[in-house]
């Protein structure tokens, strides 16, 4: 089955530490995408990547790191820097043909950090 | 910059009754797609239906269809024959070609469906 895995589904953290998510499709897909979600709210992109190597910022990068050594796996961390980390979050592929046109999520991970 | 907004908060509808989802979008690109999702309960998004700007027609997907207002950045959805299973937040985005095909996301409608 092609798709995207999230894993953990559920993620706790205690304050001032490091955490990553992981993100992994096997759609080759070269796009991929990090939103976040917060309550009652719709999702805004923390990062995103084209290409193998290279990634962009979205529009609330900050306290946020990603990488993209390999094209399956876009994994995010969420630094001690993000001042509210507690969220839902969310990654997405796509293609890059000129036929592709949705973004594919995965199922999601909620990060409570306390 | 793009945005989209969603100003139903929440709306409900009986089982078998037409409701329409308000959205209104602003960007300075001619060329862009706009899409409707659905997060169940379970949280996992799912396309309900996509337009293309260029093209005039509305787009259909069995029950759900829209409102393609381009001058008035217009893009509302209407589900016809609600059932319990469309009970979900929705919601409305704008896909930009130029940042790497980016989202920008409305806030949502929470739409409950009543017996």
């Known amino acids: 089955d092609g798709g995207i895995t999230q894993s953990p589904k559920y993620l706790f953290r205690k304050e001032g530490q490091n955490v990553t998510l992981s993100c992994e499709q096997n759609?080759?897909?070269?796009?991929m995408y990090w939103y976040r979600q917060d309550p009652g709210q719709g999702l805004r992109l923390i990062y995103y990547s084209q290409i193998v190597n290279d990634f962009q910022k979205g529009d609330i990068a900050e306290g946020y790191s990603v990488s993209r050594e390999k094209k399956e796996s876009f994994p995010l961390t969420v630094t001690s820097a993000q001042k509210n980390p507690t969220a839902f979050y969310l990654c997405?592929?796509?293609?890059?043909?000129?036929?592709?046109?949705?973004?594919?999520f995965g199922p999601g991970t909620r990060l409570t950090v306390t | 910059a793009q945005t989209v907004t969603q100003s139903q908060p929440e709306m409900s509808v009986q089982e078998a009754e037409t409701v329409t989802l308000s959205c209104t979008y602003d960007t300075s690109e001619n060329n862009y797609y706009l899409f409707w999702y659905k997060q169940p309960p379970s949280r996992q998004m799912i396309l309900v239906i996509r337009?293309?700007?260029?093209?005039?027609q509305n787009a259909t997907e069995n029950r759900f269809s829209v409102n393609f207002q381009k001058a008035a950045k217009s893009f509302s959805l209407k589900i016809s024959d609600s059932q319990l299973g469309d009970t979900a937040m929705y919601f409305c985005a704008l896909r930009d070609f130029n940042a790497g095909n980016m989202l920008t996301f409305g806030g949502g409608t929470r739409l409950m469906v009543k017996p």
């Open positions: 997405a592929s796509m293609g890059q043909s000129s036929e592709d046109y949705e973004q594919y």
């Open positions: 337009q293309e700007a260029y093209k005039q």
């Open positions: 759609l080759n897909h070269d796009a």
